[in-house]
């Protein structure tokens, strides 16, 4: 009887290290998705009904909710109150409480009180800083509470890949201090705010966080509190997990990569075209081997048609909404990726978005050549291709995940800011200084209709540092929908002819020169 009760102690104590192991190898976190509008929505449990909210760092009040919202809960009214925004904006309404507020999946169980809101702002849900540290994984659309920096481990991270930075905590908002080339500056955190701002008064353009970021800032007339230089808001986000411990009023800044690529040597990785000349190469997934373009003007990692998608195991985490540049949108699932190799390179933890083939095949009004090509089943982008740089080579059909000390010393070097995602550099035409996304996903250039008017077709040389290339046609297109700070499309017209390399560790892109 007592061999019995050993060997179930031991098969029990076995089955306990087995679970815990598990639960080591899964830390509880939760899907959270960017809207439409670049902001991060995650789904929070009010009264027993769930709804997407939009995270906010710093409020007065757990909740900002809509007046409709409130008719549909069961709450009760408190008072009239006044706060100010991070903006500096400041807002009136009435309170209400509404009992708690839970995240179930984070342990989040927060007494809840609302204010209201207009229609024109989202609804916002406040993170309770007083019991919860907070990790904001955007490259792998998550958010998740570590006890410590060192519980990041759990999450696949490793601390010396985040720098430690001091912040202040507010019931208005989170702010941190930069060393700029102008001195110590303020900025406000907030994930709410599509652009990186600095107030006009300062001439400061862009903010270097050291081996880690450089970001472009758009200066406006605002008022920001006192003492306030500036707010870094979505693009701040985006690009990798950023870790707040409010208990030690510290910011920790993860790497530019956090998940880098494993390969033993670099080798130059074969690249076939589609019929209109864009650039494809072969990725493996649990050991299927699919065409998938290389295309930098995506925002998402990996891009996959449905009806490839579906025939991988892959693991479901969330339904996002997506649009084209026309402004058509769609809302499909998004699949979790352990790993995917292209040629001896590995890529680990990839969100793989599901593509409807049918948006992105509207007629781009314009003449394409085409000849027999390669059909692809969806697309790579810039959040999976900046774990590594990245050297183009067209001209010889091939392609080269770079280390770093990768010898361009040579070539023409461009500073490209990271707007939304995107590489935009500023290159000199015949038009003036134009703000050029650089696309291998477009198989022409393409300029915005607001500055050419009526015209059919531009053509134009372009100046890169110090060298002059070629005259290439620029097609008017109404790029609205892409944002005001971009003038236009640098496709593959231009950069099948030149190779490039883009330095996504300092914001560089370096072109061949004529």
């Known amino acids: 009887?007592?061999?019995?009760?050993?060997?179930?102690?031991?098969?029990?104590?076995?089955?306990?290290?087995?679970?815990?192991?598990?639960?080591?190898?899964?830390?509880?976190?939760?899907?959270?998705?960017?809207?439409?509008?670049?902001?991060?929505?995650?789904?929070?449990?009010?009264?027993?009904?769930?709804?997407?909210?939009?995270?906010?760092?710093?409020?007065?009040?757990?909740?900002?909710?809509?007046?409709?919202?409130?008719?549909?809960?069961?709450?009760?009214?408190?008072?009239?109150?006044?706060?100010?925004?991070?903006?500096?904006?400041?807002?009136?309404?009435?309170?209400?409480?509404?009992?708690?507020?839970?995240?179930?999946?984070?342990?989040?169980?927060?007494?809840?009180?609302?204010?209201?809101?207009?229609?024109?702002?989202?609804?916002?849900?406040?993170?309770?800083?007083?019991?919860?540290?907070?990790?904001?994984?955007?490259?792998?659309?998550?958010?998740?509470?570590?006890?410590?920096?060192?519980?990041?481990?759990?999450?696949?991270?490793?601390?010396?890949?985040?720098?430690?930075?001091?912040?202040q905590v507010t019931k208005g908002y989170v702010s941190l201090i930069l060393e700029t080339d102008q001195g110590a500056k303020t900025f406000i955190l907030s994930p709410r705010s599509r652009d990186n701002i600095i107030h006009n008064e300062t001439n400061l353009r862009s903010v270097k966080i050291d081996g880690f970021y450089a970001f472009a800032l758009k200066s406006v007339e605002s008022t920001l509190p006192k003492g306030v230089d500036g707010i870094l808001g979505i693009d701040f986000f985006r690009q990798s997990p950023i870790f707040f411990n409010f208990k030690e009023s510290m910011v920790y800044i993860g790497s530019k990569r956090p998940n880098r690529v494993h390969q033993r040597k670099a080798d130059p990785v074969k690249v076939d075209y589609t019929n209109t000349g864009l650039p494809i190469v072969n990725i493996t997934i649990n050991k299927k081997t699919i065409p998938l373009l290389l295309d930098t003007g995506s925002t998402f990692a990996a891009n996959i048609d449905e009806d490839v998608i579906n025939t991988f195991d892959l693991e479901p985490l969330y339904d996002s909404v997506s649009s084209n540049y026309r402004g058509d949108s769609y809302c499909t699932p998004n699949y979790f990726i352990n790993h995917l190799d292209i040629a001896n390179a590995k890529f680990y933890n990839v969100i793989a978005h599901t593509r409807k083939s049918e948006f992105y095949e509207a007629p781009l009004d314009v003449p394409l050549i085409t000849k027999e090509g390669a059909q692809e089943a969806g697309n790579i982008g810039c959040p999976l291709l900046k774990r590594t740089n990245l050297f183009c080579d067209f001209p010889n059909n091939k392609i080269v995940f770079a280390s770093p000390n990768f010898d361009c010393s040579s070539w023409e070097a461009m500073h490209y800011d990271d707007y939304r995602g995107l590489i935009l550099i500023s290159v000199n035409t015949q038009l003036g200084l134009l703000k050029l996304v650089v696309d291998t996903g477009s198989p022409v250039s393409f300029i915005d209709k607001k500055l050419v008017g009526s015209m059919e077709l531009i053509t134009s040389n372009l100046s890169l540092g110090n060298s002059d290339y070629e005259e290439i046609s620029f097609y008017p297109i109404d790029l609205s929908e892409l944002g005001a700070h971009i003038d236009g499309i640098l496709g593959m017209n231009f950069l099948k002819n030149h190779p490039f390399y883009i330095d996504f560790e300092n914001n560089f892109v370096y072109f061949e020169p004529i």
Not at 71 to 94: A, D, F, M, V
Not at 141 to 153: E, H, M, V, Y
């Open 1 to 167: 009887m007592k061999k019995i009760i050993t060997v179930l102690t031991c098969l029990g104590l076995g089955y306990a290290c087995l679970l815990a192991i598990h639960n080591r190898k899964t830390p509880p976190s939760v899907a959270v998705q960017l809207s439409k509008s670049h902001t991060v929505t995650l789904p929070v449990n009010i009264g027993g009904t769930s709804k997407a909210l939009t995270l906010a760092l710093a409020c007065k009040f757990p909740l900002l909710l809509h007046e409709d919202s409130l008719k549909k809960i069961r709450c009760r009214e408190l008072c009239s109150t006044s706060w100010q925004s991070g903006s500096g904006r400041t807002h009136s309404s009435k309170l209400f409480d509404i009992g708690h507020v839970k995240i179930k999946e984070l342990g989040v169980n927060t007494p809840g009180k609302a204010a209201v809101i207009d229609q024109h702002n989202p609804e916002s849900f406040c993170w309770p800083f007083d019991s919860k540290n907070l990790l904001i994984d955007l490259p792998l659309r998550r958010l998740a509470c570590p006890k410590n920096k060192k519980d990041l481990k759990r999450y696949g991270y490793s601390v010396s890949e985040f720098m430690p930075v001091r912040c």
